[in-house]
């Protein structure tokens, strides 16, 4: 999880599940209540929420999807709500339950793009990495070979790898260079922004005031909503319109020339930047998915992989409206500024995936399953946060301040093992913050960044405890 922030063949009968049809409403957390009384109990009532106006997919018809995950656990409804992993035996303490071996996507914080490897997160304390992958669209750089040896050249335009394994991983990967060449374009765009505010300090100054007001407008409109959902989704549908009207002005071969669209371009900031390129890992995975028969990867393990934690993701909880009413501010940073990036801006390929329905379920399923990427431990306990990926078939491991698994990351692999025994139908669960060594108040407080007030059996006893001593 993020906070601030095995390999099975798919069967050929699976339907598949259509991002911009499909948002099941599942509670992340199995341990949470909104009533807290002198003596604490666990909630029985089971609550499964649903997203008005959207076509929910009934329980029975993921059991089938869900059972690919792992053969240890079962993906089955809680007593509290939503979804949890309950051994489907007992357990011994070291049994590796789950592995995924790579995120269906994931994103570098910018400060770190060259010191942090974009395959496997490998970080060399500050070393800039030795492997380059640079654009094939740009002349300069058009050659034969794709790799070059940082000393070599200092081109700004570029993905960094620790190794040649892992570029070569991340090229087989790719379909025609379009991953490479999406995410190196959002990095040219960032750059050109950032030229330009240097030589028009004014101009910076009106679209910050501009934004600010922009932001304060929306806040205030989201105050008055009597439907949150409502005002929401009309503003998704403004955004898309906006997008239009602004295209629309521009002849078809102006449109063809990327130098006409820039000024329509909206300036994004660094938090933006690694959700947009997020996003287009996410896109780029549903591009293979629906063009993978046609080309080179279509018998890849790979294939089958990514297309089991795609249809996976379709089921993730969506928590875009419980973020934008705590942080109203990211309504206009969704829309105005993040999808009309993205329509303006991306490559020509993953268009037809940049509609408001997919980008919105893209954002909001991110915001409560997504894993941190950090530093290994430092010896003052510090972790430099580095960014997040995202690994659909383990979002259903729910929390517990005194969890029964422990997650050991092995470059870009994760990998769930038991840290104690476990009996049959027992719930498996991971700790979901960097506080499980806090005091009660500090977790609790830390945990609703996840929208949940926790209940687990650690956290019940304390307050019972607390309450007791009043």
């Known amino acids: 999880m993020w906070n601030q922030f095995p390999d099975n063949d798919i069967s050929s009968d699976l339907s598949t599940l259509v991002d911009d049809l499909i948002h099941l409403g599942l509670q992340k957390s199995s341990l949470c209540s909104t009533t807290i009384t002198t003596t604490i109990t666990s909630p029985t009532t089971s609550v499964v929420p649903s997203a008005e106006g959207e076509i929910q997919v009934e329980v029975d018809e993921a059991i089938p999807l869900l059972s690919f995950i792992s053969s240890h656990f079962s993906v089955k409804p809680t007593k509290y709500g939503g979804r949890g992993c309950f051994a489907d035996t007992d357990l011994a303490q070291g049994t590796i339950v789950h592995e995924c071996s790579m995120p269906l996507s994931s994103t570098i914080a910018r400060p770190f793009r060259k010191e ?28 034969t070979s794709v790799s070059t040896s940082a000393s070599a050249s200092d081109s700004s335009l570029a993905l960094y790898f620790c190794s040649q394994p892992c570029m070569d991983k991340f090229i087989a990967l790719d379909i025609d260079d379009l991953y490479r060449e999406s995410l190196l374009n959002v990095e040219s765009l960032f750059i050109k922004s950032l030229n330009q505010c240097q030589y028009d300090l004014k101009r910076e100054k009106q679209q910050e005031e501009a934004e600010i007001e922009a932001e304060l407008k929306l806040e205030n409109e989201l105050k008055q909503a009597k439907d949150i959902e409502l005002f929401i989704s009309q503003k998704w549908k403004e955004a898309e319109i906006n997008c239009q009207l602004q295209l629309s002005k521009l002849k078809s071969k102006q449109r063809k020339n990327f130098n006409n669209l820039i000024h329509l371009i909206p300036k994004i900031n660094e938090n933006e930047y690694m959700e ?56 206009h940073s969704y829309t105005n500024k993040i ?132």
């Open 116 to 143: 942090v490897c974009e395959s496997c997160f490998k970080f060399l304390y500050g070393k800039t990495l030795k492997f380059k992958l640079m654009s094939r669209m740009n002349n300069q750089y058009n050659s």
């Open 276 to 331: 947009i390129k997020y996003i287009i890992g996410i896109l780029f995975q549903m591009y293979k998915r629906d063009n993978c028969e046609n080309n080179k990867l279509s018998s890849s393990s790979s294939v089958s992989l990514f297309s089991l934690e795609l249809q996976i993701f379709q089921l993730l909880q969506l928590n875009d409206i419980e973020k934008i009413c705590k942080y109203p501010y990211l309504i």
């Open 339 to 470: 999808y009309k990036f993205l329509k303006i801006s991306t490559l020509e390929k993953l268009q037809p995936y940049i509609i408001p329905s997919i980008i919105r379920s893209i954002i909001g399923k991110s915001l409560t399953n997504a894993f941190g990427i950090w530093s290994i431990d430092e010896p003052d306990g510090n972790k430099e946060f580095f960014g997040y990926s995202l690994y659909p078939s383990a979002s259903f491991f729910n929390h517990s301040c005194n969890p029964n698994l422990i997650k050991i990351k092995k470059g870009a692999k994760i990998i769930f093992k038991l840290s104690k025994n476990i009996k049959k139908n027992e719930e498996l669960c991971i700790n979901y913050g960097n506080s499980i060594n806090d005091d009660l108040e500090i977790r609790q407080k830390d945990l609703k960044e996840w929208f949940f007030d926790c209940l687990c059996e650690r956290c019940v006893e304390e307050m019972n405890l607390k309450n007791a001593q009043k």
